[in-house]
Structure formats: C-alpha cells, structure tokens
C-alpha cells in the first residue's frame, strides 16, 4: 500500500503544474495547485528558479524550456523543471521574441541602428546559440508578430516581403528561398498548422475601389490559389486557423463605422474551408460589433461574442452553423481550456470582470465568479484551474493574481503584488494531462460557485401605485442559453452561389423547411486517398528541399512493436562508405522522429511504438555525432 502511495505522489509530482510571474523583483517560479481530486489550492515557490532581470519571457510549445530576455544584455533559455541554464546568448536590444514550434529555433527583433549592417531580425538556433539567419526589418507589430512563422513540424517557414511572401527550409534558412507567393500589396499572413501539404493565408486590403481578400495557398504548388474570400470593408484582418488546418475564420476590421453605430469601426466575420470546398459569411445571432473569436482546441467547432452590450455568446460548428447560445450578457473575452472540454466567458477590460464557466460536452453552466479589474488570464495545462491578474502599467494599483477552480469555485487562492508585469502558464502538450470530466460536487458548492451579488443600485422615484413592470419589461432582454434551431438562421451561403448572378439577391430559408446539410463527411476511400495524397505532398516537399525521401515508418499501429534502440555500442571500425550508409540511415530515423513530434505538437494521439521512437531522439544524435 505504501509503494501505490509512492507512486501516486511520485506522478502528481510529474503532472504538478507551474506558472511565472515577472515583476519588479524579477521573474519567479511558483509550482501550481496539483493536479489530483484531492486538490488543495497550495501554492509554492520554486527557490532554485531564483529571481533574474527579465523584460521579456516565453515558453517553447511543450513547455520545457523557458527564454528570459534582458534588453540590455541579451537572452538567457533555462529548463523549466529543473531550471538549468541551457543557453546563454549576449544580444542587447532585443525587444520581441518567439519559438519555433518544435523549440528548435528563436526569432528576435530589435530596433535597427544607423550604422548596422547586419538584419535586426535574428533566427538563432537553440542547440548552440547561433545566428542562422538575418534580415532587415524597421517595424515591430505585435497582431503581426512573429515576422516569421513556420509550419508545425518545422519544414518550411515563411516571411511576407513587399511583393508577397518568402518561404524558406524552415530547418535550415541559410540554404535561401525554397519559394514565394507572388502576391503584391500583402499586409498579413498565417501558415496553418498541420503536415503537408502546407497551407499559407495571405491577405491583400481594399484599395482603389478593389475589394479587399484573402488567398489560401499550398506547398508545393505555390502557383494555384486553393481558396479565397473577397470582402470590402476590411483594412485589417485577423486569421485564425482550426487547430487541424482544415479551416479559417476570418475576422475583419475597418477604423470608421460609416452607418455611425459604432465609434469603434465595422467588424465582419467569415469562413473559409482551406479546400476551397465550401467558405460563407458567419451568421451572427446578434448584430453588431464582434468582440472575441476563438477556436475549440478540439477542432470541433469555435464561439463568437458578437453584438451591443449584452452582447451573444454563440457556439458553432466546424462548418460555421450556430448551434447553441450561451445567453446574453456584458461579456467581451472567450477563454478555451487546453483540453476544449471546458470555456470561460468573461467581461474583462473596461467590463466589471464577470466570469460564467460551462461544460462544452454537456452545454451546462457550471459556476460563475468575478475578478474585477483583471487585465490578463490563463487556463492551467491540466484544464482544471483558471488564473487571472491585474498587472503594471494597464493598471498601477491592486497589482496581484487570483487562482479559481474550473468550474468558478474561489477564488481559492489570491495574493497581492507591488507591480506585477506578467503572469504565465508554463505550457505542455495536449497528452501530458488527462481530460477529466466535472468533478461531482459537495454540498454547499453550488452556491459557492455563483458570482457574488452586485450591490443594489439606488432605485428612481416612481409615483405611488407604480411597480414598473412595463417599463421593466419593455428593457427586457433575452437572456437564457438555449440550443438553436438551424431553419430560423438563413443557411451559409457560398462564393459560388453569390457570384453566379451579380446583383442578384441572396436566397432567404424557406421557412420549416430544413436547412441544407453541411458537407458528409469523407468516406474510408476518400480517406485513403486523402493520406496518399498528403504522402505525395511531402515526397514533393522533400524534393523541393533537396532532402533524400524518408523511409516509410515501420508499420501501422496494428503491426508488431519496433524494438527500442538501443544505446551505440564500443566503436567498431568502418569503412568511410560504411559510415556515411548509417549515417544516412539514422538521419532517415530522426526525421521520422521529428513527424512525429509534429504529430503530438498538432494533437494527434501517439501509440507506444511511436512515443519510444521519440524517447530514442538522444541516443540516436549521439551515435550520429560519434560517426561523425
């Protein structure tokens, strides 16, 4: 019994989650509540991180690793779990930084000098602290950072330039152009995540009467457009990809309302299949400014908060139809946890800090709470915790951080801070942490969970003999949360269907009848050809790199379980030719790995054979290292 017990606390030492906080004093490490059911809200800080300078911190994709920059001396990476100093690079001015997903690479900006001839936009490499690459670039946007994005499992990685985009080895930049997308007057661009073939968004804005569009592109193949979308009023975009690539909201943005309903300027929202098989105008459930876009992490569908103050929260699918509302209320942020089975619907900013917590399996309400004046907020990896701060200088009193359970219970633990600058998650991948389900609850909980009441506000004069009543209930509004009828939204039209007939007007439902069913989904041989497809895809991106073809992995999940390598035994003596054969045979093994750390990266679910080909990464660099 005394050895479970080990081992049980042994694991949820593993799974012990961890956040960081950058302040006045520096940056510290605090070891987060546990992830178990006996949940205890204790809060410890992690003595060996210490408290360096920092003015800037990020986390590499699977969370191991952690970049602290000094402006005036350079960047620092430490382990996150044992905080190592892994690296340590002298670069003053570095004024933004970002991780390529695989952690192999960092990007850097800062401000370029009269007399530099080198580019102030720096690619090092993580495994010794080189520059592998420079370019000149004078301004710093932070919705267009970073400058340059890679795809998931790092093969290629592009750079808008004046004439389009640039794309280029995304594991080796010094090798030059791999490719451009030829595209003038692109102001933004997104690569989507997933393998290849790669998909590339690229935005051009209204000018001289021409409509503003987006353009999806693919790798290899960078001369087809694959799918667009042409809107007008649109001086910004902001792209967000599903988490598989298989779709893009859009959102965009002008800086004048010119029907004067909004001092903020117009929004417009739409969705684009990255096929090209299907795209449409979202259909809002309340008209108005859209506030918040985000994407269930699962892929299955994303939430808009659109309208006036109460504005809509609206779920919908991955084919953009609305299916449930959450209600209205003053709310402006949606929060996803890392799993995607819970979501936080808040009011932050110049709102009262209103939290309402569901269950997105169920569709139920599981708690409210509020944090007023909160200016940041994170979700804990484990999905089972929701942070929220008040930092330096958005505001410069009540600086602190408060933690709340996942279903709004707390907060259960707060603390106060002089000035707080930043406060975040360390992350992990989507298997490290297991999807649990809503906790059952004790007695007195449900109250707990409930936002505390807003104080009464004083009420107006009313004549005697007067309740109200009808002026209470003409201010009514629709509030309660309840699953959409499809028939009552007209259905999402497509490009094609508009473009068919200019000026024509745009077919309304026919009421009670049945909305048109969003595409079927593929069937095993569309499946099949899909994967073959996409097999062909990377042996021509292989080519386009110059990279001989990878072996095919050893078997499907079905075949019998690879041997784990082992470690290289005592040298044998090689012939050069011998040498350079396994060589090239272990390299064919590393690339395979790195597939497969691209998969996790993406999402995908791992079999065993798979996760101890990744644990032999180590052993295999060393060999090729000792060969070499």
């Not at 007023?372 to 200088?393: E, H, I, K, L």
């Amino acid at each position: 019994m005394a050895t479970t017990d080990k081992a049980e606390t042994s694991l949820l030492a593993t799974l012990r989650t961890k956040f960081f906080l950058r302040g006045k004093q520096g940056v510290e490490a605090l070891w987060g509540p546990p992830s178990s059911s006996k949940d205890t809200g204790a809060i410890a800080r992690d003595e060996s991180f210490g408290s360096p300078r920092a003015d800037l911190i990020e986390f590499s994709l699977d969370g191991a690793m952690i970049v602290l920059v000094d402006s005036q001396e350079g960047f620092v990476i430490r382990d996150t779990e044992t905080s190592d100093v892994l690296l340590q690079v002298s670069n003053p001015g570095i004024q933004a930084i970002a991780w390529s997903p695989l952690g192999s690479h960092l990007l850097s900006w800062q401000r370029p000098q009269k007399d530099q001839t080198e580019g102030n936009l720096i690619v090092w490499r993580v495994a010794d602290g080189q520059a592998v690459a420079r370019f000149n670039q004078k301004n710093y946007s932070k919705d267009a950072w970073p400058s340059i994005q890679w795809s998931s499992d790092e093969t290629i990685c592009g750079r808008q330039s004046a004439n389009g985009v640039v794309l280029y080895n995304g594991r080796d930049l010094t090798t030059g152009s791999i490719g451009q997308i030829n595209l003038p007057n692109t102001t933004a661009f997104s690569v989507a995540p997933g393998l290849a073939p790669y998909k590339i968004a690229a935005f051009v804005p209204e000018k001289k009467g021409k409509p503003a569009s987006v353009k999806v592109y693919q790798f290899p193949g960078l001369d087809t457009i694959v799918a667009s979308k042409s809107f007008y009023k649109a001086q910004e975009v902001t792209m967000k990809w599903s988490p598989n690539g298989s779709a893009l909201v859009i959102e965009t943005r002008t800086d004048v309302d010119t029907s004067g309903k909004s001092y903020y300027g117009e929004t417009g929202l739409f969705f684009l299949q990255s096929d090209g098989q299907y795209d449409c105008i979202v259909p809002l459930t309340k008209e108005g400014q859209v506030h918040d876009v985000q994407w269930d992490p699962t892929g299955r569908g994303f939430v808009v908060l659109a309208g006036a103050m109460p504005c809509h929260a609206t779920l919908y699918d991955n084919k953009a139809v609305p299916i449930f509302q959450f209600g209205a209320a003053p709310r402006n942020h949606v929060s996803w946890s890392p799993h995607g089975r819970f979501l936080c619907i808040a009011g932050f900013g110049n709102l009262r800090g209103d939290m309402d917590f569901w269950d997105r399996n169920k569709l139920k309400k599981m708690g409210s709470a509020n944090s007023n004046s909160a200016t940041c907020f994170a979700w804990s990896p484990d999905s089972r915790y929701f942070f929220t701060a008040t930092t330096f200088p958005r505001l410069r009193v009540d600086n602190g951080f408060k933690v709340f359970k996942y279903d709004g219970t707390g907060p259960i633990y707060q603390e106060d801070r002089g000035e707080l600058y930043d406060m975040k998650f360390r992350p992990a991948l989507p298997d490290v942490y297991p999807n649990r389900p809503q906790s059952p609850r004790k007695k007195g909980e449900e109250a707990a969970s409930a936002a505390p009441p807003a104080p009464a506000k004083p009420q107006a004069y009313r004549p005697p003999n007067s309740t109200g009543a009808l002026a209470a209930l003409m201010r009514q509004e629709e509030s309660g949360a309840k699953k959409l009828d499809r028939n009552k939204y007209a259905p999402p039209r497509t490009l094609a269907a508009v473009a068919a007939v200019p000026g024509m007007a745009v077919p309304r439902a026919i009421p009670g009848m049945a909305a048109p069913a969003p595409p079927k989904k593929p069937s095993k041989n569309a499946r099949k050809k899909k994967a073959k497809e996409a097999a062909e895809a990377m042996a021509a991106v292989e080519a386009a790199l110059g990279i001989a073809p990878a072996a095919e992995e050893t078997k499907k999940e079905d075949a019998p379980k690879a041997e784990k390598p082992a470690a290289p035994a005592a040298p044998v003596e090689l012939s050069e030719e011998e040498k350079q054969k396994k060589i090239k045979a272990l390299n064919k093994k590393l690339k395979q790995i790195d597939e497969l750390k691209a998969k996790q990266v993406s999402g995908q679910t791992l079999n065993e054979d798979q996760k101890q080909k990744i644990e032999s990464e180590a052993a295999l660099r060393d060999e090729v290292k000792q060969l070499s």
